[in-house]
């Protein structure tokens, strides 16, 4: 059974500062793995989705990386402002033969606050 | 181009009834997937529907139970509601089967309160 820890589970740091998230999971099949943002009271937002043959993906501050082999992804926030409060959460998707499962199993999520 | 629409926001009920939740994808899209999310549980997958048909499914009791219909729109029902089932159900629409290279697209979510 797939697991996906996220660690730290809440982190706060000052505004400015560069900081790493981190997603582990069990099983290293997988077909893709997602990275999203929620805010208090609201659906999840897609950051980045990477693909298993991909080593990392990038939009704007945010990269993400993927160690399938390690089962492990890190989510790098440059830059931090206060706007980037949110809970991130990690997703994977099992790998069926090649194709995908379907059904996302998700990490319970880094609370992060930046203040200003 | 309008996001995925979820009603209603907000539900109270009590233990025993039942309740069905709605879902509308982003148009275009033709797979929806629906999530309870729990303090204790976390984000748990329930069941994705493309082209009307349920792909897959996770491990819920039978009281849980959805469909789509040929407009994408799909709905959730939850019969013989217990405390338990309180929670913020999560519909989420992608252009193809969920899981695939495409992101998901998710709603607010509808909250849930059963007392």
């Known amino acids: 059974k797939q697991e996906v820890t996220q660690i730290p589970a809440a982190l706060s740091v000052p505004e400015g500062e560069n900081l790493v998230l981190n997603c582990s999971f069990t099983?290293?099949?997988?077909?893709?793995l997602q990275w999203f943002r929620q805010d208090p009271g609201k659906g999840l937002t897609s950051l980045l989705l990477i693909q298993s043959s991909q080593r990392e993906q990038t939009s704007g501050r945010l990269n993400a990386s993927l160690d399938k082999s390690s089962g492990r992804s890190t989510l790098y926030i440059a830059a931090s402002q206060p706007g980037d409060s949110a809970t991130y959460l990690c997703?994977?998707?099992?790998?069926?033969?090649?194709?995908?499962?379907?059904?996302?199993?998700f990490g319970q999520g880094t609370i992060l606050t930046v203040h200003p | 181009k309008a996001g995925v629409t979820q009603t209603p926001r907000y539900l109270i009920k009590t233990r025993g009834q039942q309740v069905t939740l709605s879902c509308s994808p982003i148009?275009?899209?033709?797979?929806v997937s629906w999530y309870q999310q729990t303090p204790g549980q976390g984000l748990q997958f329930l069941f994705e529907?493309?082209?009307?048909?349920?792909?897959n499914k996770g491990n819920f009791p039978g009281r849980f139970s959805g469909r789509q219909f040929s407009n994408s729109r799909s709905e959730m029902n939850v019969s013989t509601l217990e405390l338990g089932d309180s929670a913020l159900y999560l519909c989420?629409?992608?252009?193809?089967?969920?899981?695939?290279?495409?992101?998901?697209?998710f709603g607010n979510g509808t909250r849930l309160t059963v007392t």
């Open positions: 148009s275009g899209h033709r797979s």
């Open positions: 529907y493309f082209s009307e048909t349920q792909r």
């Open positions: 099983d290293s099949a997988i077909y893709n």
């Open positions: 989420a629409s992608s252009l193809v089967l969920s899981g695939r290279n495409s992101p998901l697209h």
């Open positions: 997703a994977v998707t099992l790998n069926a033969g090649g194709t995908s499962y379907g059904k996302l199993t």
